[in-house]
Nanobody, 127 residues
Framework: QVQLVESGGGLLPAGGSLRLSCVAS????????MGWFRQAPGKERELVAA????????YYADSVKGRFTISRDNAKNMLYLQMNSLNPEDTAVYYC????????????????????WGQGTQVTVSS
């Protein structure tokens, strides 16, 4: 089994920055493509950013492109999301997700393609 735990969320004013972290434990000897999703109240879960196992490929939602950066440290089983220039529209619960892949460059951008999920961390941005 695989466990994912997010941290780093909080309450901050618009224009601020946060760095979210996700640590994986359990069967982490496998190769994982990973991603960050978010869900605001009354809305569906949406992809924020995705990264390949190798780290060589990334994808960003248009709404966060240029402001957020996804990265990973496989040696530490860690995934990160650097969030800059936050605005109230970024308010949501942010989820870390992972899925097994067989090629290092594989990206997964659909939530249905992910097998493992964290419990989420709340990010609230005030105006």
């Amino acid at each position: 089994q695989v466990q994912l735990v997010e941290s780093g969320g909080g309450l901050l004013p618009a224009g601020g920055s946060l760095r979210l972290s996700c640590v994986a434990s359990g069967r982490t000897f496998r190769n994982f493509a990973m991603g960050w999703f978010r869900q605001a109240p009354g809305k569906e879960r949406e992809l924020v950013a995705a990264i390949s196992w190798s780290g060589g490929s990334t994808y960003y939602a248009d709404s966060v492109k240029g402001r957020f950066t996804i990265s990973r440290d496989n040696a530490k089983n860690m995934l990160y999301l650097q969030m800059n220039s936050l605005n109230p529209e970024d308010t949501a619960v942010y989820y870390c997700a992972a899925t097994i892949v067989y090629y290092g460059g594989s990206l997964r951008v659909r939530d249905v393609e992910y097998d493992y999920w964290g419990q989420g961390t709340q990010v609230t941005v005030s105006s």
